[in-house]
């Protein structure tokens, strides 16, 4: 009986002992509290989040090695190694100028193509209408004088126009004779007559010019010192001159009638007879033409001029035909594909950024001939930690999962992410045996200096559980056998075993699903049965 009282005395001192201890871990509000101060647990609410880490490196998403479009001189390199640039930007120039005339000659052909089609699609103006019937009449005309043969009148006209040459040819001739033989006896006589006349006057005024002067004669030079200068002295020189210039007259008058004395008057007189000659010889061609009638080659030759002038009378009325616009049109497309051409050949001289970023490494040089890979660029804003995560792992992880970010160069600063891409297959990891899969996380603006290619960890945070039942993991046994999960339930003045059903779970509690209420006290450590291993967080 005394054993009795001593056995319930023992249960009471264990249940009070739980009440205080379910008393005192309430006032401290964390499990953890609970666990450092005794083996009786109180299973409680709150949240649970598991996570999975794993490290990789910085990489841009967009990034990009450009190439020349075509080969050249560099005449420009516009940029250097960690500058930063935006899209549009001309990062290298080739030589331009034969691209730039070659622009400008395609868009002179152009409008030339494109005048051509104009004149064919445009209406005549009555000015080219009037000309071009007057064309038309004009060969229509010739054609019918050619096949009527000459009239009367023409022929009259023609054979007088051959006496007239024939007259002046005759003409020229007697100019030409007398210019040669020289004057008549009496032309011979009159003509010395009046030299002698010329000279008489010529020695008088002479003389009466010396009179005017006062002359003294000096015996050291043997010479007279003549003043003059008075109104009468520049008198008489005037008159002497004019009476020299008579006698020269006189003198070649004569000349010119002695026998070949004029070679002037002969050279002119040849050349008017050889005139008079052509033009005879021509009017005579041109009578025996008239006489003689059209030839078949004159006629053909005024056909096709009068077909040429109707067809281009027709052109004008009628339009053009639709064979000549499809023509004149395929000729500008073709000027217009021309300098298309030559312009994107012009646009592939610059290198332009395909989008804002960083220059990391320029190839080419001012001056060299270069083709090929000119410049890298990355897109700094494309930064994404790229993490190689485990196989094991990879299952529990989603896109839009939050992260957490540290970069090794800046360790103490912690950067929220989210998962952003998951690679469908495996990353290949030679020799190695492991397999992983690529996970990019996004990168949040910073004021780090974060660089490409920086090694970075993460957490990932796997799976997140808000206002569930929570309790520590060391309460939980589990029977690997039956698949069973169980917990010390205290119920009372016992202890019985529990059976419950788990949910997530991380590094210290357990999601509890069923089999427990908030505030359900647990025992730990009286029940000898296999401890569960809880790894790092699943769902199950």
């Given at each position: 009986m005394?054993r009795r009282?001593?056995?319930?005395?023992?249960?009471?001192?264990?249940?009070?002992?739980?009440?205080?201890?379910?008393?005192r871990?309430?006032n401290?509000?964390?499990?953890?509290?609970?666990?450092?101060?005794?083996?009786?647990?109180?299973?409680?609410?709150?949240d649970?989040?598991?996570?999975?880490?794993?490290?990789?490196q910085?990489?841009?998403?967009?990034?990009?090695?450009?190439?020349?479009?075509?080969?050249?001189q560099?005449?420009?390199?516009?940029?250097?190694?960690?500058d930063?640039?935006n899209?549009?930007?001309?990062?290298?120039e080739?030589e331009?100028?034969?691209?730039?005339?070659?622009?400008?000659?395609?868009?002179?052909?152009l409008?030339?193509?494109?005048s051509?089609?104009?004149?064919?699609?445009?209406?005549?103006?009555?000015t080219?209408l009037?000309?071009?019937?007057?064309?038309v009449?004009?060969?229509?005309?010739?054609?019918?004088n050619?096949?009527?043969?000459?009239?009367?009148?023409?022929?009259?006209?023609s054979?007088s126009?051959?006496?007239?040459?024939?007259?002046?040819?005759?003409?020229?001739?007697?100019?030409?004779?007398?210019?040669?033989?020289?004057?008549?006896?009496?032309?011979?006589?009159a003509?010395?007559?009046?030299?002698?006349?010329?000279?008489?006057?010529?020695?008088?005024a002479?003389?009466?010019?010396?009179a005017?002067?006062d002359?003294?004669?000096?015996?050291?030079?043997g010479?007279?010192?003549?003043?003059?200068?008075?109104?009468?002295?520049e008198?008489a020189?005037?008159?002497?001159?004019q009476?020299?210039?008579?006698l020269?007259?006189?003198?070649?008058?004569l000349?010119?009638?002695?026998p070949g004395?004029?070679?002037?008057?002969?050279a002119?007189?040849?050349?008017?007879?050889?005139?008079?000659v052509?033009?005879?010889?021509?009017?005579?061609?041109?009578?025996d033409?008239?006489l003689?009638g059209?030839?078949?080659?004159?006629?053909?030759?005024?056909?096709?001029?009068l077909?040429?002038?109707?067809?281009?009378?027709?052109a004008?009325?009628?339009?053009?035909s639709?064979?000549?616009?499809?023509?004149?049109?395929?000729?500008?497309?073709?000027?217009?594909?021309?300098?298309?051409?030559a312009?994107n050949?012009?646009?592939?001289?610059?290198?332009?950024?395909?989008?804002?970023?960083v220059i990391?490494?320029?190839?080419?040089?001012e001056?060299?001939?270069?083709?090929?890979?000119?410049?890298a660029l990355?897109?700094?804003?494309?930064?994404?930690?790229?993490?190689?995560?485990?196989e094991?792992?990879i299952?529990?992880?989603?896109i839009g999962?939050?992260?957490?970010?540290?970069?090794?160069?800046?360790?103490?600063s912690?950067?929220?992410?989210?998962?952003?891409?998951?690679?469908?297959k495996?990353?290949?990891?030679?020799?190695?045996?492991l397999?992983?899969?690529e996970?990019?996380?996004?990168?949040?603006?910073?004021?780090?200096?974060?660089?490409?290619n920086?090694?970075?960890?993460a957490?990932?945070?796997?799976?997140?559980?808000?206002?569930?039942?929570?309790?520590?993991?060391?309460?939980?046994t589990?029977d690997?056998?039956?698949g069973?999960?169980?917990?010390?339930?205290?119920?009372g003045?016992?202890?019985?075993?529990?059976t419950?059903?788990?949910?997530?779970?991380?590094?210290?509690?357990?999601?509890?699903?069923?089999?427990?209420?908030?505030?359900?006290?647990i025992l730990?450590?009286d029940?000898?049965?296999?401890?569960i291993?809880?790894?790092?967080?699943n769902?199950?």
């Open positions: 005394n009282w001593i056995w319930v005395l023992a249960a009471v001192i264990i249940v009070g002992t739980g009440v205080f201890l379910l008393v871990g309430r401290n509000d964390t499990a953890a509290a609970q666990e450092a101060t005794s083996d009786v647990v109180t299973a409680f609410i709150g649970l989040s598991a996570s999975a880490s794993a490290s990789g910085v990489i841009p998403q967009r990034e990009a090695t450009l190439p020349l479009a075509r080969s050249g560099v005449m420009q390199v516009n940029v250097e190694v960690g930063v640039v899209e549009g930007d001309v990062l290298v080739l331009r100028t034969a691209l730039e005339r070659a622009v400008s000659n395609a868009e002179q052909s409008t030339i193509q494109e051509n089609l104009a004149k064919l699609l445009a209406p005549p103006n009555e080219d009037v000309v071009a019937e007057a064309a009449a004009s060969a229509q005309a010739r054609l019918d050619l096949l009527n043969g000459p009239t009367e009148a023409q022929i009259a006209a054979a126009n051959l006496r007239a040459a024939e007259a002046n040819v005759a003409a020229a001739s007697a100019r030409l004779s007398q210019a040669q033989s020289g004057g008549t006896p009496d032309q011979v006589i003509a010395q007559n009046a030299l002698d006349a010329a000279q008489e006057a010529y020695t008088t002479e003389e009466r010019h010396r005017t002067y002359c003294d004669y000096n015996e050291s030079t010479t007279y010192d003549c003043e003059g200068g008075s109104a009468a002295e008198a020189r005037v008159q002497a001159q009476a020299l210039a008579d020269r007259a006189a003198e070649e008058r000349n010119n009638l002695q004395g004029n070679t002037t008057s002969v002119s007189g040849q050349a008017s007879l050889a005139q008079a052509a033009q005879r010889d021509a009017a005579q061609a041109r009578h033409l008239l003689a059209a030839t078949d080659a004159q006629i053909a030759e005024a056909e096709a001029g077909a040429q002038a109707q067809a281009q009378l027709d004008l009325t009628e339009g053009a639709d064979e000549q616009i499809t023509i004149t049109e395929a000729a500008v497309e073709q000027a217009r594909l021309a300098l298309e051409l312009q050949n012009l646009a592939d001289a610059s290198l332009i950024a395909p989008f804002g970023g990391t490494a320029v190839y080419v040089s001056g060299e001939f270069a083709n090929g890979i000119a410049i990355i897109d700094t804003n494309s930064l994404e930690v790229v993490l190689d995560v485990d094991i792992d299952g529990s992880v989603e999962q939050e992260a957490i970010v540290t970069i090794e160069s800046f360790p103490d912690e950067l929220s992410s989210e998962v952003v891409a998951i690679a469908p495996n990353k290949a990891n030679t020799g190695t045996g397999v992983t899969y996970v990019n996380l996004s990168l949040p603006e910073t004021d780090l200096p974060i660089l490409a920086m090694t970075a960890n957490q990932l945070v796997t799976a997140n559980r808000e206002d569930v039942l929570l309790v520590p993991n060391r309460a939980i589990a690997r056998e039956a069973t999960y169980a917990v010390q339930l205290i119920q003045e016992e202890v019985v075993e529990q419950i059903t788990i949910g997530l779970r991380d590094g210290q509690y357990t999601q509890v699903t069923s089999g427990l209420n908030e505030g359900d006290q730990i450590g029940i000898d049965a296999p401890r291993e809880f790894g790092p967080g769902e199950q």
